[in-house]
């Protein structure tokens, strides 16, 4: 499959409407991707990245049919990641010669991953590479989301080719932002920006900054996942400058893990008082357990505060948790609340490792959080309600 994006930019990728887990089984696609492929025709003929190594076959079989392979001049490798560099091996195989361009820590990255010395042109920002009445003008982006990543701008036809920065894990027939569901669209670019460029969003807020100080024209953005951004292309910049200003919505997540039930009704109990406190708050409610937790986090990211339970076991916590709150620390949200409640029967120290886990991974604990001695009776459930209540008024005053 290809398509015309404009005269000279043609869609060359793969639409993978299997996929359902990324980054190994980091990251869930519910909706699938693509792997986003440009060739740039003018005097010259440039490949901008390829597509994921099993799809190799495919994807140089379907360039074939585009453009005779000799005929192509370059290569611009914006990053190494395998789901774009993957088809590189086997294209490289029938033009040996090509010249690849990319940063420096693209160089290291490229020789790491596939130990070749293929014709390697190493960039700048503010370098470009003449195709004729178009220019391709680099811009380094190193850690959205790996230290060699970098966007290419082509001249003439304003496009931005900005590689996984305002793309988004979503399978179209329909590659185009105006021609898919608007809801769909913004829950996977929230998803991906929560996810995976939270712990850069110093680093976004800044490159964003740098490509508008070049004051270049921008009437499409090409990604390097999801669908192509032709109307208002711009939107998305502004959503990434929103999420990356330590983003939050009016908004209260509880998530937990329970053995035997307790720590759920203590979660339920919590939420009422929080609705009983602050009936404009939306709460939501996750099992770890039985929730995907890619979109938990995505919760958690537009979230203004958390609250995180387990139950004790072995004296420590429910493993779900326990990965959920690594997952967090990794992630380095910002300008959050936190505190963390549980059930137990003897030892009871879930609650303290909760609290000290959302302490180290940034999170302002309003409080030492509440445990539950096995089922809570009706008192317990009162008191988790009214704990409720207190950690929506601890949630005004702290910090203050």
């Given at each position: 499959?290809?398509?015309?994006?404009?005269?000279?930019?043609?869609?060359?990728?793969?639409?993978?409407?299997?996929?359902?887990?990324?980054?190994?089984?980091?990251?869930?696609?519910?909706?699938?991707?693509?792997?986003?492929?440009?060739?740039?025709?003018?005097?010259?003929?440039?490949?901008?990245?390829?597509?994921?190594?099993?799809?190799?076959?495919?994807?140089?079989?379907?360039?074939?049919?585009?453009?005779?392979?000799?005929?192509?001049?370059?290569?611009?490798?914006?990053?190494?990641?395998?789901?774009?560099?993957?088809?590189?091996?086997?294209?490289?195989?029938?033009?040996?010669?090509?010249?690849?361009?990319?940063?420096?820590?693209?160089?290291?990255?490229?020789?790491?991953?596939?130990?070749?010395?293929?014709?390697?042109?190493?960039?700048?920002s503010g370098d470009t590479l003449d195709l004729g009445s178009r220019k391709l003008v680099f811009v380094e982006a190193p850690m959205l989301h790996w230290p060699d990543t970098m966007f290419c701008y082509l001249t003439q036809d304003n496009v931005l080719f900005s590689n996984d920065a305002f793309g988004q894990h979503l399978a179209s027939e329909y590659m185009f932002n105006d021609l898919v569901d608007q809801a769909e669209l913004y829950q996977e670019c929230i998803k991906y920006y929560a996810n995976i460029l939270t712990p850069f969003s110093a680093l976004v807020s800044k490159k964003i900054q740098d490509v508008l100080a070049l004051n270049?024209?921008?009437?499409?953005?090409?990604?390097?996942?999801?669908?192509?951004?032709?109307?208002?292309?711009?939107?998305?910049?502004?959503?990434?400058?929103?999420?990356?200003?330590?983003?939050?919505?009016n908004q209260i997540s509880i998530v937990y893990d329970s053995m035997w039930d307790s720590t759920r009704h203590m979660a339920e109990a919590i939420a009422r008082g929080i609705i009983d406190a602050d009936p404009s708050v939306a709460v939501k409610l996750y099992n770890i357990a039985r929730s995907d937790k890619n979109d938990v986090i995505t919760e958690i990211f537009k979230s203004k505060a958390v609250l995180v339970g387990s139950s004790t076991i072995n004296r420590g916590i429910l493993y779900e948790v326990g990965g959920l709150l690594e997952m967090i620390k990794g992630l380095g949200f910002k300008n959050k609340k936190a505190a963390g409640f549980g059930s137990y029967g003897w030892s009871g120290e879930s609650v303290k490792i909760i609290t000290e886990s959302l302490k180290a991974s940034g999170f302002e604990v309003v409080n030492d959080g509440i445990r539950e001695t096995w089922n809570p009776d009706q008192n317990g459930i009162d008191r988790c309600a009214a704990f409720g209540k207190a950690f929506v008024a601890a949630l005004s005053k702290k910090g203050d």
């Open positions: 499959m290809h398509f015309k994006i404009t005269d000279a930019i043609t869609w060359v990728g793969k639409i993978d409407w299997e996929l359902r887990k990324f980054h190994g089984e980091e990251y869930s696609t519910h909706r699938g991707s693509t792997y986003n492929s440009y060739l740039v025709r003018d005097e010259k003929i440039a490949l901008i990245d390829t597509v994921w190594l099993k799809f190799s076959r495919e994807f140089v079989d379907n360039l074939k049919q585009v453009v005779p392979f000799e005929n192509i001049d370059y290569i611009i490798a914006n990053h190494a990641e395998p789901d774009h560099s993957g088809a590189l091996p086997e294209l490289m195989r029938a033009i040996p010669d090509t010249p690849v361009y990319c940063t420096a820590n693209g160089l290291k990255s490229f020789k790491g991953y596939y130990h070749k010395d293929w014709d390697f042109r190493v960039i700048k270049l024209p921008v009437d499409m953005i090409c990604p390097s996942h999801g669908v192509i951004w032709r109307t208002d292309p711009l939107q998305i910049v502004k959503k990434y400058q929103q999420w990356a200003a330590d983003y939050q919505e």
